[in-house]
């Protein structure tokens, strides 16, 4: 055994985070630490003997990682498949549908500077600081500090592409054959959106659909030249909002850098929320479960949603179930409810048929599939999702965040609002015309602050006298 990182450097607590590893190429992330966690997924895991599945964005940093990886998952006799290129949810399909543990290299939406790992068990089950990847983090110390002992047996690294069986399987699920002509544009930028688009809505790879795609930065291109590929920025969608109105499209899709988020552009140019796609394939995909003899389909939103959600559920026979930020709990409800999907307002969408992973392609296409079976505009039928005015989320920087809440809860919390505390805080107006959350940051000084309310002037109201109580 070797010593392969110097043991003074070993404080990995500044990339080990709660759901992956992130952190700046070279600094916080670095290919010694990589082969390390390879060596440790496996032991941690248990994978001596089975096959892991490694894949990467189109970061400069990925491709090493990767080999490194590989390098340490075979050291202690697991065997690897090269999925090169790959969105993050082609690793949760391959995970799924091969059924194999496996690692994405990816900062999502994160500058180029960075690269991090999403890890998953077999099945696309996610791990997090609870369900493995503490041990991880513990056990790429040791590796780092003592090197990798080497088993006798060591696995074998191959190469499989993924692309076709990933296009061909979401195709399965959402059948766009039948659709009204559309002009798509899609924002890619420079992100693994470039690569899948054409495989899955194209004719790149399977027969052609009644889809014209306008790219949009599809060139893949880890240095994001164009803008950032985070779209929940609303800088990011300038151009695609452009685009699609002189192009005279019908719709815009804007990916983020690991193409597993989607956000929806109307003819407008004007965003659809992720509350009102929610809501939209909610009721496609309670209609479909209900068609196959499901009596009450669950589905999953996280407690900032907007309260269209829940209501729109309950109206088509679904059974909406209420939980905390974050994809993590996200997966983990949609499996202890058999969920057959779930929303975030983040843009993050998941499906029981997609391994209770999420997916922007598939909620994507669910889009496409409702605005495709029927004459009207986008901005029509997204206008039935979006009943109430949300004044999206709000950052108060304040280091004594408790005593904000405390302020507000004086003011507030009484006869007539009902206060809950399953996620920061939120209170809801008995009367229905109103709610709003405050989330502190567990990383940041800052409260958020999410509202909703029934018209405008009441939104900007309750914002606006709430502010003023945390900011005072």
């Known amino acids: 055994m070797t010593n392969i990182q110097n043991p003074e450097s070993l404080d990995l607590s500044a990339s080990f985070k709660a759901y ?5 190429v070279g600094e916080s992330i670095t290919v010694p630490m990589v082969e390390a966690i390879g060596a440790a997924f496996v032991d941690v895991l248990e994978l001596a003997g089975q096959t892991v599945l490694v894949g990467g964005d189109m970061r400069p940093s990925s491709p090493d990682f990767c080999k490194a990886f590989a390098q340490g998952a075979t050291k202690r006799g697991a065997s690897v498949k090269l999925l090169d290129l790959i969105s993050t949810d082609e690793l949760y399909f391959a995970s799924g549908h091969f059924n194999a543990a496996g690692a994405m290299f990816t900062a999502s939406h994160n500058p180029a500077e960075y690269n991090g790992i999403k890890m998953t068990r077999a099945g696309a089950v996610p791990l997090s600081s609870e369900t493995g990847l503490k041990d991880i983090q513990e056990l790429t110390a040791r590796y780092l500090a003592e090197g990798i002992p080497v088993v006798e047996q060591l696995g074998q690294i191959g190469v499989q592409d993924v692309l076709k069986d990933y296009a061909g399987y979401l195709r399965s699920l959402v059948d766009l054959s039948g659709s009204r002509p559309l002009k798509v544009v899609v924002d890619a930028g420079n992100g693994m959106a470039g690569l899948t688009t054409p495989a899955v809505l194209g004719d790149q790879l399977l027969p052609a659909l009644p889809l014209e795609i306008v790219p949009m930065y599809f060139e893949l291109d880890g240095t994001f030249p164009n803008h950032e590929a985070n779209p929940l920025e609303p800088a990011n969608l300038v151009d695609l909002q452009a685009a699609v109105v002189a192009h005279g499209a019908d719709i815009g899709l804007a990916f983020d850098g690991d193409a597993d988020r989607c ?11 992720p509350s009102a796609v929610t809501a939209l394939v909610a009721r496609r995909e309670i209609a479909r479960a209900r068609a196959g003899g499901e009596e009450t389909p669950a589905i999953i939103h996280n407690l900032i949603t907007s309260r269209a959600v829940p209501e729109l559920v309950l109206a088509d026979g679904g059974r909406p179930v209420r939980t905390r930020v974050g994809h993590s709990f996200i997966k983990a409800v949609m499996a202890s409810e058999g969920a057959v999907f779930g929303g975030e307002h983040s843009a993050h969408y998941y ?23 029927q004459p009207r505009p986008l901005s029509e039928l997204g206008a039935e999702y979006e009943p109430y005015v949300a ?5 108060s920087k304040i280091e004594d965040k408790a005593g904000a809440v405390a302020r507000v809860r004086a003011e507030y919390a009484g006869d007539g609002v009902t206060v809950d505390e399953l996620d920061g805080v939120t209170f809801t107006a008995d009367s229905g015309d109103w709610w709003f959350n405050l989330r502190p940051s567990n990383t940041e000084p800052y409260l958020r602050y999410n509202g909703e309310a029934k018209d405008r002037a009441t939104m900007e109201s309750v914002r606006d006298a709430v502010l003023a109580l945390v900011r005072g």
């Open 391 to 395: 004044s999206g989320e709000i950052n």
């Open 20 to 24: 992956d590893v992130r952190g700046i």
């Open 351 to 373: 499906f029981r048929d997609f391994y209770n992973a999420d997916t922007g392609m598939l909620a994507a296409m669910h889009v496409l599939a409702a605005l495709g079976e």
């Open 263 to 273: 956000f929806v552009i109307d003819e407008k140019g004007h965003p659809v929320s």
